[in-house]
């Protein structure tokens, strides 16, 4: 994958809806723009990212499951915007 993460989350072995809510905490950390990767192992957070990412400002950029982990390339929005 060509994208460069600026912050990578591991939230491998946590069940729904943890690694969306981790992704969350670790977004309101990064200034807008930013890149996060997140890599998580529930077979539920590939809808809940999705989901996540067309109701908000956050764009999902990227996503993909490589032997049994899911990988979430979010791009944080900017604070305020109603994209």
């Known amino acids: 994958m060509a994208l460069q993460p600026d912050r990578v989350l591991d939230a491998r ?12 905490q670790a977004l309101s950390t990064l200034d ?3 890149l996060l990767e997140v890599q998580a192992t529930d077979a539920g957070s590939w809808q ?15 996503r993909e499951e490589r032997d049994g982990v899911y990988h979430y390339w979010l791009r ?5 915007s109603t994209a």
């Open 13 to 24: 072995g946590l069940h729904c809806p943890l690694p969306l809510l981790k992704a969350k």
């Open 76 to 80: 944080k929005g900017q604070q305020g």
């Open 48 to 62: 809940d990212f999705e989901t996540f990412a067309a109701q908000g400002t956050h764009r999902l950029e990227a």
């Open 32 to 34: 807008d723009g930013a």
